[in-house]
């Protein structure tokens, strides 16, 4: 019984949306994503936290943008029609969306397929963001961790 | 029918009863003599013992009870009022609400006894009365015993009691037949309920419940509905079936407190056939029935005057029944879908303003304009109304602050007294919740911090008792409150020197430092000046609590103190959180709004007209000395090549600051609904949230009290 039980488990597969950013690929949980909108206006929000861009009206809601990309230190985001905002909805913070250069695809990934030893990761991206390292074929996908993101937000 | 639908009315009776009990009892320490109030007291102290009965609060009837002796006491003149029997009052009323705190939490009294208060104020009786105490503890038995025994034997002499000749219908009639055959005892019963009693349907169904008990209740007089809507008088008669002796029913029944006494015999079917004997008897009974009421008031309250307070009870009566209780939530609820329809007119107008610009709708668009029009009008009509619904005064957080500070007077050992003004002015009942707690710390402040001790008020010439000021009113779209006693003032010395030692601010910085500023430490998180920790203020969570907690409201607030001469802070808090009217400006192609209620006027001045002072720039208007704020600069838009030689400034006002914002272009007014930027960039000072335009577009509103 127990046994099977494990094996359920093992292969029990988390979905992840594969987003781009710059060259390299990122899989983000989708239980945290409500919702994924194009590019839009964003109010600019004065003496914001700087790698907050601004503020979107997603259906009548108000929702702070922030930019991975001037979290992790890459270069500045250049919008395309590629470009996709990605609303995470969070317990603590609510609503916060994330601009991503590239939407891809949505895999599943079994807690085989990650590898968990990311000490050592690009030299850009500090490592905290990251929790694990999923295979898909050739493809390697960094996973976010999510609450490391928003929650570096808060401290600040 | 339940009784835990009574809990509710309980919780807000027994809570407003409390109330006027501290009120009066502050009353009564200062014209120990005045009957009025004593009456009040009473009245309320016994409405709060017999409700609590009701609802089988036991421990907080004995409490009650006791307290009302010693009141009652206090009536008949057997013992003077002083201010150490007024602590044991105060201490008792502080029980009362512990227990209503607990049943409110809990729908139960819990289980403190409270038996060392209670012995307190026996023995204060004893202690008071000396020989005579005896009648102190049993008094109010007593004297409604012997009022029982005059009654029933007024009952008597005047004849036949209600039950023998209440109305019977057909089908309860048949039912007392069956039940007679099937050989069960029947019993005509009625019960008279004491005539101050409040919740009589709750003691109604008491007693219905008691019975049920021992047996059925075969008919009703008047009708159970009437008696479940407290239409009756002060007795209802019922017809009982049971295998049971009577003796146990009466004894279950008289255990519902608030029950006068009960009248009861063996009936038989017969009785309630409406032949010729009995056609006579009904009116009888009704003319009986007011008299005995009539004849039994005055002489249970004679010196209470209990017929003015019962007439003001029932002249209350309609307006309680016009009035519907609603859950906050559904309000906020309705609030939300009211701010939904103001976004999606603001869309229609927009359309609307941008099909006029095409110019080829023509006749048509006319029309539409008027209708969107119609809208908005109805739209704001709306608002308001809502609003206004959600609005409460001040009053009732605001009324137990004259006893906090009599209680601080006392442990403080320094005279001192409350005034209170405009306790009518209303707020968003959520505001109301949450200013209490800023207010009662401000006014502990002065109470400890600003009153000087007698001495020292004395050399500096002031009267001996300290005056603290509450003052409430409105002004434009903000609801000022006013803190403001007649102390020591904040010693800015001390409060610099406070801060060198605390390292915040070098001593040669503390030089330059203005007294303002100087002031603003004191709202620093951990910063206490009291010299010693009382338990009433000094342990450093202080003004930067009331700080945070009143700009969590969207206000904010101000002091301004005099050495030696007194303080006074300013609580300044928007009267409404959800939607205002607002100026929407242009700055760059970034759109922004200003409150309209703190828009003075609009100014279009030359550049010329700048001048300076201490490097700033100012503009000179009709007197007035305003500085000029450059939006631009402050939000960090791009920088414009080329300024213009004409500058528009919106005037702003707040109290009696004022300050001119530049901004590049005005875009007109317009009615918004305030939304939150969400937590993660809420620790903005300038922007103190967004709202969406017509056109979906987000504008962030700028806090022009964060600016002035």
């Known amino acids: ?156 | 029918m339940d009784i835990s639908q009574y809990l509710d009315i309980f919780i807000d009776e027994t809570a407003e009863h409390i109330q006027s009990l501290s009120d009066n009892i502050m009353a009564l320490e200062q014209e120990p003599e005045n009957a009025d109030t004593i009456n009040e007291i009473f009245r309320a102290a016994h409405s709060l013992k017999g409700m609590a009965g009701t609802m089988g609060f036991k421990k907080m009837q004995h409490l009650t009870h006791d307290m009302e002796n010693v009141f009652q006491e206090i009536r008949n003149g057997n013992v003077k009022v002083n201010s150490n029997m007024i602590d044991i009052l105060f201490e008792c009323l502080s029980a009362v609400e512990e227990y209503l705190e607990t049943v409110k939490s809990t729908s139960d009294e819990g289980s403190n006894d409270n038996e060392v208060l209670i012995k307190k104020l026996n023995d204060y009786l004893i202690d008071s009365e000396g020989g005579s105490s005896e009648s102190g503890d049993d008094s109010s038995e007593e004297a409604s015993d012997s009022e029982e025994d005059k009654s029933e034997g007024e009952a008597a002499s005047s004849g036949e009691a209600p039950f023998k000749t209440m109305e019977v219908d057909e089908s309860s009639k048949s039912k007392l037949v069956e039940a007679s055959e099937a050989g069960l005892k029947l019993y005509g019963c009625t019960v008279y309920i004491q005539s101050d009693c409040l919740l009589k349907a709750a003691r109604a169904f008491l007693v219905f419940k008691a019975i049920e008990d021992f047996g059925e209740i075969l008919a009703f007089n008047p009708s159970s509905q009437d008696i479940e809507d407290e239409k009756f008088d002060l007795c209802f008669s019922v017809i009982i079936a049971s295998q049971s002796e009577f003796e146990p029913i009466k004894d279950a029944i008289c255990a519902v407190s608030e029950i006068d006494r009960v009248e009861y015999d063996v009936v038989t079917p017969d009785m309630y056939n409406q032949d010729d004997q009995e056609e006579g008897l009904p009116k009888e009974e009704e003319k009986k029935v007011p008299a005995k009421a009539e004849t039994k008031a005055p002489k249970k309250d004679a010196s209470n005057k209990s017929n003015n307070k019962q007439a003001k009870k029932t002249g209350n009566k309609p307006v309680t029944a016009r009035t519907v209780r609603v859950d906050i939530e559904k309000l906020d609820a309705l609030m939300n879908q009211v701010s939904e329809l103001i976004i999606a007119k603001n869309s229609l107008v927009s359309i609307s303003t941008t099909e006029g610009n095409n110019g080829n709708q023509g006749f048509e668009s006319q029309g539409f304009h008027e209708q969107i029009e119609y809208l908005e009008r109805i739209t704001t009509n709306l608002h308001e109304s809502v609003m206004k619904v959600r609005m409460v005064p001040i009053e009732t957080t605001v009324n137990k602050f004259p006893r906090m500070i009599r209680d601080l007077s006392r442990k403080l050992d320094k005279p001192m007294h409350l005034v209170m003004t405009g306790e009518e002015t209303e707020l968003d009942r959520t505001v109301v919740d949450q200013i209490g707690d800023p207010l009662q710390h401000l006014l502990r402040n002065s109470a400890d911090h600003g009153i000087e001790d007698v001495d020292l008020r004395l050399q500096r010439g002031k009267p001996e008792e300290g005056k603290i000021e509450l003052n409430a009113y409105q002004e434009g779209n903000n609801v000022i409150i006013v803190v403001k006693d007649d102390g020591g003032g904040i010693d800015t010395e001390a409060v610099k020197r406070k801060a060198i030692e605390r390292g915040i601010v070098s001593e040669d910085a503390a030089e330059d430092l203005t007294d303002k500023e100087i002031i603003d430490f004191l709202f620093m998180p951990s910063f206490s000046m009291a010299k010693q920790i009382t338990d009433i203020s000094g342990r450093g969570v202080g003004l930067d609590v009331v700080k945070s907690n009143i700009e969590a409201l969207g206000g904010d607030v101000e002091v301004k103190s005099e050495y030696g001469v007194g303080s006074k802070f300013t609580v300044r808090l928007p009267l409404t959180l959800a939607i205002i009217q607002a100026l929407m400006v242009e700055i760059r192609d970034e759109k922004y709004a200003i409150a309209l209620g703190s828009i003075m006027n609009i100014e279009n001045i030359s550049k010329s007209d700048i001048k300076y002072v201490q490097a700033k720039e100012v503009i000179h208007l009709r007197g007035l000395v305003i500085p000029l704020i450059r939006l631009d600069q402050l939000l960090d838009s791009e920088p414009k090549e080329e300024e213009d030689d004409n500058l528009t400034v919106v005037i702003v006002k707040k109290g009696d600051n004022h300050a001119g914002l530049v901004v590049d272009n005005l875009m007109g007014q317009q009615e918004i609904v305030i939304k939150s930027l969400g937590k993660v960039i809420d620790n903005n000072k300038i922007i103190n949230g967004a709202t969406i335009l017509g056109d979906g577009e987000v504008a962030l509103i700028i806090d022009v009290n964060a600016l002035v």
């Open chain 1, 1 to 156: 019984m127990a046994n099977n039980e494990m094996e359920v488990v093992n292969q029990e597969k988390v979905q992840y949306i594969v987003v781009k950013i710059g060259s390299e690929q990122y899989g983000l949980n989708i239980s945290y994503v409500d919702n994924i909108v194009r590019m839009q206006k964003i109010t600019r929000v004065p003496k914001a936290p700087h790698h907050y861009v601004g503020v979107i009206n997603l259906r009548g809601e108000i929702v702070p943008v922030m930019s991975i990309r001037r979290k992790m230190g890459l270069e500045d985001d250049v919008y395309t029609n590629k470009t996709r905002i990605i609303i995470l909805k969070l317990e603590a913070q609510g609503l916060i969306g994330v601009i991503v250069d590239e939407v891809r695809e949505v895999i599943n990934l079994g807690e085989d397929e990650i590898d968990r030893n990311v000490q050592n990761t690009s030299k850009k991206v500090d490592a905290n963001f990251i929790n694990g390292i999923g295979k898909d074929g050739d493809e390697l996908i960094s996973i976010f961790e999510i609450s490391a993101i928003v929650d570096a937000v808060e401290t600040i």
